[in-house]
């Protein structure tokens, strides 16, 4: 039996990513989504080793130390990290993986994983992102700016990755990122 | 406008080459075919410039002079090629066009278009293979074990392919091809 692949969907913040992923479930109900371990609390409904893998401060800053994590990185006084252990698990037994990150991310995956599947999603056009952004709340244009200015850096990235996915109509991205998939498991690889 | 791909679809005879090609037509309508040249003289109802480019077997040497040909080989003493004005120009127009062809034909184009991408067909088992061989007619046991054998050292050629896709079932060889080809769109390739 073969390995799985690791496939990792980035892009910048607004792109929609997590929709991407949300639609893509029903498509590919094989496709396994990689589970992140975190500080935070648990909130009500969430469940330990399926939305998140809960972890102390401790526990997780072990983790850091023995290498086990894919990445990691804090938010708002929380850890969020990609257990490597799960990716791999999962791997070995031949099951494809998925890891939905944001680009700095993704290119510490790499730096861990070469062999991943590096996708970026990418908005139809910079106006299109402008829009999403700004139609996530009531923000100061001032943050607004910042944004763009991030997304703006990150696509500049877009070259480190394998694939470029344009996010013009959820199914048309997910029938991509599933052509992507099949592709790679008919590739050749090199011995 | 981006120029389009051409995909070499290749493998061993008997392995279903023409059927997939032929399958494939109208679940990728905007995909060209390209078009041999042939010095054999047309049987009714070939089209030239359709079903082939009909040459004298003076034009047909002079195209092999010039370097007009990707490939060409000799086949009961009919000189059969590839154009290489043909699908040069629909790439340049943009178009994905893809080329059926024998092992060694394909290893010929990838001298001359190795940004071209390579396709293997494969059989599901050298037993079903072998099957699909005899089948074609009432051959003498000799002739289809050296038939196999041929087969055999061109699936030893598949490590000079891109991707590899069985043809286990028609819609499923089709469906990988056609993942391959979007696939490719989605590449980022190095500058």
Redesign the interface.
Known sequence: MSKGLLIILSGPSGVGKGTVCTALRPKMPELIYSVSATTRSPRAGEEDGVNYFFKSREQFLSMIEADQLLEYAEYVGNYYGTPRDFVERTLESGKDIILEIEVQGALKVKEKFPEGIF??LLPPSMDELKDRIRGRGTEHPDVINHRMSVAEDEISL??H?????VNDEIDLAC??I???I???H???R??
Chains 1, 2 share one sequence.
């Open positions: 996708v970026f877009m070259q990755y394998d694939y470029a996915v029938k991509r599933e052509s992507i099949i592709a790679e008919c590739k050749i090199e011995l």
